[in-house]
């Protein structure tokens, strides 16, 4: 069994071995990846209202080849038509780049907007009604025809007994507090080379359900021809 390893294993040292720099390297190791784990923590707790610029990442695609085209499909969930950009920076080299700007729908109060809306109007056209009434409250028997006096600039109307004077103001919507931030948000650019020429007229590109599917087409070889001479 001793033979298998070295005398000098088994063997008490005779000298002191320093181990300072494997621990030196252990040490910047663990730094860096504090570092990296800090940054990517930061990224991640960082606010919306803190985002004064637009991230970048890299989006993920499939790349395939058929006998005639070349296939690109990239996720892209959120992406608007608008906000991507494809073009040929050299004959066979194709950029895709763009901005995904997602935003926060807050929940659906559709029927609560609708309730604090309808009764303001309400109390304006009970409020509208009651000061007609009360234009002349002294003279109950005065026909409908008789136009009403018009109140005396800074007089204050009473109000109607049971209605209150207290303005309902509509509740303020809280935005939630997000612990994470693990969505893809930003710029992002990805650069394609064919190995063979491409038909640049008869490019294709298609957006559905966050897929971006882009089709290149392969450029027709060049048969030889023959020219007779007249």
């Keep these: 069994m001793m033979s298998f390893f070295p005398r000098s294993f088994c063997a008490p040292a005779t000298t002191d071995v320093s181990f300072t720099p494997l621990f030196r390297l252990l040490e910047d190791y663990d730094n860096y990846s504090r570092e990296v784990q800090n940054a990517d923590a930061g990224r991640q707790r960082r606010p919306r209202q ?29 992406l608007q ?6 073009e040929f920076t050299e004959p066979q080299t194709i950029v895709i780049r763009g901005r995904v700007e997602r935003t926060y729908s807050e929940p659906n109060n559709s029927n609560t907007n609708a309730g604090t809306t309808t009764e303001p109007a309400e109390a304006g056209r009970r409020n509208s009604h009651q000061a ?18 018009t109140p005396k600039p800074g007089a204050a109307k009473p109000a109607a007994p049971g209605q209150s ?5 509509a509740p303020t919507q809280q ?8 969505r893809s948000v930003g710029e992002f650019s990805r650069t394609f080379s064919f190995p063979t ?17 882009v089709t290149v087409p392969k450029a027709k070889k060049l048969t030889a021809r023959r020219i007779a001479i007249n």
Aim: hydrophobic share 30%; glycine share 6%.
């Design 50 to 78: 803190a985002r004064s610029g637009l991230a970048t990442f890299t989006p993920k695609f499939d790349v395939g080849e058929t006998e005639n085209t070349y296939e690109l499909h990239g996720e892209f969930p959120g």
């Design 197 to 213: 020429p491409v038909d640049h007229d008869n490019v294709t590109a298609n957006l559905n359900n966050g897929i971006l599917t």
């Design 175 to 182: 935005e939630p507090k997000y612990w994470l931030w693990e």
């Design 165 to 169: 004077q207290d303005v309902t103001k």
């Design 132 to 149: 007609t009434v009360e234009d002349d409250p002294e003279d109950e028997h005065t026909p409908a025809s008789t136009p009403a006096t």
């Design 81 to 86: 038509r608008e906000n991507v950009n494809i």
